[in-house]
């Protein structure tokens, strides 16, 4: 099992800036990937950037140039740096982490979301 605790998230305004942690627990030892997923009222979960094991990382469109994902695999920690905020940025952001399994499926883990708002 593994474990994701979330912070860092909160109020600011279009243009600023914010940083979410996610420090992992657990089995860690299993992980893949880990990334950051966000759901706004009324729409889907969607991915905003994930990072492997390997330093590999993929991002949203609409984040490409503001969002920075970053991974320490020492604290077990990964971090989303936001800048240039738009009030569209606003939703729950998740941590996700995956691992497979001993047959090759792979499970996802998931954080209890932090709230990002950004006001116009």
């Known amino acids: 099992q593994v474990q994701l605790v979330e912070s860092g998230g909160g109020l600011v305004q279009a243009g600023g800036s914010l940083r979410l942690s996610c420090a992992a627990s657990?089995?860690?030892?299993?992980?893949?990937?880990m990334g950051w997923y966000r759901q706004a009222p009324g729409k889907q979960r969607e991915l905003v950037a994930a990072?492997?094991?390997?330093?590999?990382?993929n991002y949203a469109d609409s984040v490409k140039g503001r969002f920075t994902i970053s991974r320490d695999n020492a604290k077990n920690t990964v971090y989303l740096q936001m800048n240039s905020l738009k009030p569209e940025d606003t939703a729950v952001y998740y941590c996700?982490?995956?691992?497979?399994?001993?047959?090759?499926?792979?499970?996802?883990?998931w954080g209890q979301g932090t709230q990002v708002t950004v006001s116009s």
């Open positions: 990072i492997t094991s390997g330093g590999s990382t």
């Open positions: 657990g089995s860690i030892f299993s992980i893949n990937a």
């Open positions: 996700n982490a995956d691992r497979f399994s001993v047959v090759g499926l792979k499970i996802d883990y």
